[in-house]
């Protein structure tokens, strides 16, 4: 009686974490359109935010822009009795190091950290930026609105920050409004740069940047399209991590890459109508955004954004010309849009900081062998099982899965090692699962005895 009620309550367990998260839904329904309307207006309004424009005004420039989102954070923890620390993170910049940097400043950075429960040095990282341009990036003085670049993304950021703080998670969220990202990436450098000499894990960093047109320079207008850039593998991996990818494969199959997969597979398992789309480049053609500084030391991160531009809404200064409008203005967002993917963004931070952590290290084996085995670090959380997954060795996401219990090693009958890719992920009780941690190894025939 006692085995079959055991059978029973496993089974019942591994049913529930194959159902949806209600929660999950909540928080969809709470992002609020008008509130990051009236943001990307009170952003929008303070004339220009060109990292070098005004940092005394209290209504226009850099600085009234920043001290409004610090005020902003301030509000929400007050409101989830403290439960951001809210705080700037600062580096001089001078005019020796660039030539796109005028005189010298500061770059201050506003940062809100929800810290987790259980893991508060876990960090998942939702960014948007603070700074705008016109067609002149040395013109600190001239209006430069940055309605949707990228007054769009900062205002889904704080959007995401009141939604999420009424929630408690195992894992900590920072919510993260980044300077100088016109100049040259600054503010991510010197926020990853602080990350590294303070020893924070980071889960991932989802850089929100221009998530409001749908109107696109192509004629194309889509409010359900939208692109998640991510780096194939991180430029940090050793010349033997390279070496093994021409024999055991993974070339597709990095730390970022899994990242955009997640938020991929989150989207469509609860916002359907969304159209994700996977970009499997660093960024849009030979360009970069501000989660770069982040991969480049090795931290997992992507770039969310709209799938159709509008060039002429983009670094312009505000003109007509042959009855062409340029320039970053509020009637270029779409707040609905904008809504809808600071939903993908909260969704996606949250599962993630529900999640335990993502197994350590996987191994795997069945060289010229009919099944393929796979062996594993377990996960450091309290954790339900875990979830193996695999897809054909061409495909862009992972098409199959089979979820396994509390153990750290499973043999796959009759999938052959050849024709995959493999990976696996923990899976907590409330059914929420990490990133997929890739094989990086293969199973020495000493470890089997």
């Known amino acids: 009686m006692t085995r079959l009620f055991s059978i029973l309550f496993f089974l019942q367990s591994f049913y529930c974490l194959s159902q949806t998260d209600e ?6 329904n709470s992002v609020s359109a008008a509130r990051i309307e009236k943001d990307v207006r009170i952003l ?6 060109n990292t070098f424009s005004d940092t005394i005004s209290e209504t226009r420039g850099i600085g009234a822009a920043r001290r409004w989102i610090k005020s902003e954070f301030e509000s929400i923890s007050k409101d989830c009795k403290n439960c951001l620390d809210v705080s700037y993170e600062k580096d001089l910049v001078t ?16 940062l809100a950290i929800q810290k987790g429960t259980k893991y508060p040095n876990r960090y998942i990282i939702m960014s948007g930026d603070i700074d705008s341009r016109n067609s002149d990036n040395m013109d600190f003085k001239g209006d430069a609105p940055g309605a949707n670049d990228n007054a769009s993304g900062m205002a889904g950021t704080i959007e995401a920050a009141r939604v999420l703080s009424k929630y408690k998670f ?37 850089n929100n940047d221009m998530i409001g047109n749908i109107d696109g320079v192509d004629g194309v207008t889509d409010n359900r399209t939208f692109r998640i850039f991510s780096e194939p593998s991180s430029p940090t991996e050793t010349d033997q991590e390279r070496s093994k990818k021409r024999f055991y494969g993974g070339e597709s199959d990095g730390v970022s890459r899994q990242l955009a997969r997640y938020i991929h597979r989150m989207t469509l398992a609860y916002m359907p109508e969304m159209n994700p789309m996977l970009v499997f480049r660093l960024d849009r053609f030979g360009r970069g955004g501000h989660h770069r500084p982040f991969t480049d030391l090795g931290y997992a991160g992507v770039r969310l954004m709209e799938a159709h531009e509008n060039y002429n809404r983009q670094h312009q200064n505000l003109r007509t010309e042959n009855g062409i409008e340029y320039g970053d203005v509020i009637s270029g967002v779409n707040f609905s849009y904008a809504a809808k993917l600071t939903a993908v963004n909260a969704i996606s931070l949250a599962g993630l900081a529900w999640a335990p952590p993502a197994p350590a290290k996987v191994l ?10 796979l062996k594993w670090e377990k996960s450091k959380g309290d954790v339900a099982g875990y979830k193996i997954y695999w897809r054909l060795t061409t495909a862009p996401q992972w098409e199959f899965s089979r979820m396994v219990g509390d153990i750290d090693n499973f043999e796959l009958t009759g999938i052959v090692i050849d024709n995959y890719y493999f990976g696996v992920a923990a899976v907590g009780k409330n059914g929420h699962e ?16």
Request: cysteine-free; proline content about 1%.
């Open 23 to 28: 929660r999950v839904y909540d928080i969809i």
């Open 44 to 49: 929008a309004n303070f004339g220009t935010r």
């Open 95 to 110: 005019k020796a190091e660039n030539d796109k940097i005028p005189h010298d400043a500061l770059i201050v950075n506003v």
């Open 170 to 206: 195992e894992n900590s969220i920072i919510y993260l409004g980044l300077s100088g990202e016109e100049q040259g990436l600054y503010g991510g450098k010197g926020v990853a740069e602080f990350a590294k000499q303070h020893n924070w894990e980071i889960i991932g960093v989802i």
């Open 364 to 373: 795997i084996g069945g060289i010229v062998e009919a099944n393929t085995k």
């Open 434 to 449: 990490s990133e997929v941690a890739f094989t990086t190894d293969i199973i020495r025939k000493m470890e089997n005895k």
